[in-house]
């Protein structure tokens, strides 16, 4: 429940209201529309009384723009808002829009005659004036202005709201695909966590029992990729020294598994302590290499490469391919996620590569702009 305070200036009590503050913000903005209103309409009535006096010479009385512009006003309205929007490519509405649109009009014509002969007795006229043919023409004359005036408001209003849902439309697009990226985001991290974590943990609990330097190194190593992939505060562009950082512990980790076997080539080249980059990206690319990459082949070195280069950032990996069927799990799951996180994020701006060379090789190559 929300609660509104109000103060009370003679004494400083606070009162509680149940009212939303939604509610509160509609008023306001309807006090505001009012306002609007009623100063266009006081320019504009100010504006023909002053010419109309200016053109006769003298004013007419105040009962005559009083009964006049509040009819006028209300056909302006009337037509605006109840007419108008029958106004639609539909026969049966047309032709009800045409039955207000004559009713209206009828109205119109018998309350300026009813406002003549009123004005007549307030004059102190007992038979009322024989209306000529030019008071109608007149009287035609301003109810068509003010339905063209009703008409123009309509038509004002219909596109304001239309314009108006359509950037709703685009900022509830933009924040779904924020949100969107942050899940990719948090996937990308479940990916990670669980396949490193166990196999991090069976190598300690061996380590443990033959080498406790090497088992205290692969925790630390492996809390540092933990606090990593689970920091919550990480935003959408992280550091891509921080990233290379957890790309050298995942190494590490595998080398010391296997105990500094495997055949692995990690390059680093061309970016400054700042450069900014999509988070996890370069993970992923890593922990594929070690998921479905023959690294044990000496002659078959895998390949890790990052550089930037006129602030394009590349990432570059290469390695044997250990199954056919290994091969198509890793295009499948990791390797679409990032494709579709570039696409999302750098529509046009990004290169996003993943082929089989030589029947044995498997190589990605994923480029997209250094984030200012």
Not at 196 to 209: D, G, P, S
């Amino acid at each position: 429940m929300n609660t509104n305070y109000i103060f009370d200036r003679r004494s400083v009590q606070i009162y509680y209201s149940n009212r939303p503050i939604y509610y509160m913000k509609i008023e306001m903005e309807d006090k505001k529309i009012i306002n609007t209103h009623l100063i266009c309409w006081g320019v504009y009535i100010s504006y023909e009384i002053i010419l109309a006096a200016l053109m006769k010479g003298q004013f007419s009385s105040v009962y005559y723009y009083i009964l006049f512009y509040a009819l006028n006003i209300s056909l302006f309205y009337t037509h605006a808002i109840f007419v108008m929007p029958n106004f639609l490519p539909n026969v049966m509405r047309i032709w009800y829009f045409v039955f207000l649109l004559f009713l209206e009009i009828g109205i119109y014509f018998l309350l300026t005659i009813l406002f003549s002969h009123i004005l007549n007795l307030l004059r102190g006229q007992q038979s009322p004036d024989q209306l000529s043919w030019i008071y109608y023409v007149g009287s035609f004359y301003r109810a068509t202005l003010f339905i063209i005036f009703g008409s123009g408001y309509y038509f004002l209003l219909t596109f304001l709201k239309r314009n108006n849902d359509e950037m709703r439309k685009a900022v509830e697009i933009e924040r779904l695909q924020l949100r969107l990226v942050t899940l990719e985001r948090d996937f990308l991290r479940s990916q990670i966590n669980p396949h490193l974590f166990f196999n991090t943990l069976n190598f300690v609990k061996y380590a443990a029992r033959n080498d406790a330097t090497l088992a205290e190194e692969a925790i630390l190593r492996l809390s540092e990729i933990m606090s990593f992939a689970l920091d919550k505060n990480m935003d959408a562009h992280g550091l891509l020294l921080a990233e290379t950082k957890q790309a050298e512990n995942i190494i590490r980790l595998n080398q010391m598994r296997f105990a500094d076997k495997l055949k692995i080539n990690f390059k680093i080249s061309g970016f400054d302590p700042q450069t900014r980059t999509l988070p996890l990206i370069l993970l992923t690319l890593v922990e594929n290499v070690f998921k479905h990459g023959d690294l044990s082949a000496e002659s078959n070195e895998a390949l890790i490469e990052v550089g930037v280069n006129q602030n394009i950032i590349h990432y570059r990996t290469r390695n044997l391919s250990a199954t056919r069927s290994a091969l198509m799990v890793s295009t499948k799951k990791g390797l679409d996620n990032i494709s579709s996180r570039l696409q999302s994020i750098y529509p046009g701006e990004h290169t996003f590569s993943a082929e089989t060379i030589d029947q044995k090789w498997f190589e990605v190559y994923v480029s997209f702009p250094v984030v200012s």
